[in-house]
């Protein structure tokens, strides 16, 4: 490639919001049930029905505002959007065009460069509106039939737009994590992109570097996964940068991304607004949001990572790189806390979760949404050690149990014998024992071979079957020695 090319990157990120029910009727949001059977007249869009707002989705929308900088639009109204596809039986969606409720936020991000070095940039948010999900198409390679599936109609979405704001693969994953790990310390959606809970369409362009002008951009639709993202925008950059290199142009068009074929196919020219006929909802009236609502949301804001970070570090001690580990998920930073309460040892609690938790994890492919391990149970495990009353041997086991759902850490330990020994009458007769069969040995050690010590101290460990101190067998040894 002759010239140097930059990609420009913009993202339309749609988040399913946790409602229980839907956002124009009282339909369930619940993700797998039956094709069809969550379902009403209002979100199948029967003749005459009409829909009534949940008020929870406003709530989210706000407080989703409110944690990346934007300013709410308190007088605010939804659209229609017309268009024609078979998930869609309304034959147009409810959005927001004109007075989207959030608008001019923006997020910092963290990302490390190609020299190892890292930076923060911000990444502005054009605007975040409110609108209803469409169905979902369902195609039978075996029947060669593409059927729908409405129960998703209606399911509330946030749709986040970003400005062409990124400028590489590694700037949109991390605006993506952060994004995501915002969303849920906010508690507003499981992000669970499997699930189609969080789905990213990447506009991008290239341009020569030190051009100021865009260039003509395309969308991907609906990635879902970060891997597939980063794919998506290198493959789509290559394929730009080719066609132009070959004098042909960019078309302004939506594309499909494959992942399996690491290509991207053109399935329409890209619409713009007008092409959408939006025009005022007829069935819904204007919002007006008091500054009295807003300062609610506001005060029911939870504690976010930042926020934790820099508390785990001041009240706990942590070094900066544990408490970031900690708080890259909101259940590690919840297991986490809660551990630390109940061993008092917050420290310990970092480095059980940091070292035996994350490799259980990795080894059982747990992803940390669907952990079952308890913070009572770990810090059980962590206290019991740290008092002697188990050994770190023993403390494994029982965290085995734990990670797979166990609660009772004490009946596990009392039901598998595994408290240390603490009797010293014990340790005095499996010392005698010891040096009873090891009289060669003993020996040995009398006349100066100090090595023969460790040998003996293991005997006395083996004989307890390793539930006693290994500090205090020595000891206790020495003197009978």
Request: glycine share 8%; net charge negative.
């Amino acid at each position: 490639m002759a010239k140097q090319y930059e990609t420009v990157i913009g993202l339309e990120v749609h988040v399913e919001l946790a409602t229980k029910t839907k956002i124009f009727c009282g339909c369930s949001t619940a993700f797998g049930g039956r094709p069809n059977t969550h379902t009403c007249p209002v979100c199948t869009g029967m003749p005459g029905s009409l829909p009534v707002l949940n008020k929870q989705v406003v709530e989210y929308a706000v407080a989703v505002g409110l944690a990346t900088n934007c300013t709410i639009t308190q007088y605010c109204k939804f659209d229609r959007k017309n268009y024609f596809y078979p998930d869609n039986p309304q034959n147009y969606q409810i959005s927001q065009l004109y007075l989207p409720i959030c608008r001019n936020g923006s997020v910092e991000i963290e990302v490390e460069g190609e020299d190892g070095s890292a930076y923060t940039k911000p990444v502005r948010i054009h605007e975040i509106h409110m609108e209803e999900d469409a169905g979902k198409l369902v195609h039978d390679p075996w029947l060669d039939e593409t059927m729908v599936d409405y129960n998703r109609c209606g399911v509330p979405l946030l749709e986040i737009v970003s400005e062409p704001d990124m400028r590489s693969a590694e700037e949109v994953i991390a605006y993506l994590t952060k994004l995501r790990q915002t969303l849920q310390y906010l508690g507003v959606s499981d992000c669970r992109m499997q699930e189609g809970s969080l789905r990213a369409d990447v506009n991008l362009s290239v341009r020569p570097v030190g051009q100021k002008e865009f260039g003509t951009r395309t969308e991907m639709k609906n990635i879902n996964s970060f891997k597939a993202i980063a794919r998506a925008i290198a493959g789509e950059y290559r394929r730009q940068v080719e066609l132009i290199e070959d004098g042909g142009q960019v078309k302004q068009q939506t594309r499909r991304w494959d992942d399996n074929k690491d290509a991207s196919f053109a399935m329409r020219s890209k619409e713009n607004a007008q092409d959408y006929r939006y025009f005022p909802e007829p069935d819904l009236p204007p919002m007006e949001i008091s500054q009295a609502f807003i300062d609610a949301v506001r005060a029911r804001q939870p504690e976010l990572a930042e926020a934790k970070i820099a508390r785990y570090q001041r009240e706990f001690g942590l070094p900066e790189y544990d408490a970031r580990i900690l708080t890259g998920e909101k259940p590690m930073a919840e297991l986490f806390e809660r551990a630390a309460a109940v061993c008092g040892r917050a420290k310990e609690a970092s480095n059980w979760i940091m070292g035996e938790t994350m490799a259980m994890m990795k080894e059982k492919a747990v992803l940390p949404e669907n952990l079952t391990l308890s913070g009572d149970a770990l810090g059980a495990i962590i206290r019991a050690a740290a008092d002697g009353r188990i050994s770190r041997q023993s403390a494994r086991e029982v965290f085995a149990y734990a990670f797979d759902g166990g609660e009772d850490v004490e009946g596990y330990i009392k039901r598998h014998g595994l408290e240390m020994v603490s009797d010293d009458a014990a340790y005095e007769r499996v010392l005698s024992e010891v040096l009873a069969a090891c009289e060669k040995d003993v020996a040995a050690y009398r006349v100066g071979n100090e090595k023969v010590f460790g040998f003996l101290v293991g005997q006395a460990m083996k004989a307890l079957r390793g539930k006693a101190d290994p500090k205090k067998i020595s000891e206790m040894l020495g003197k009978m020695l």
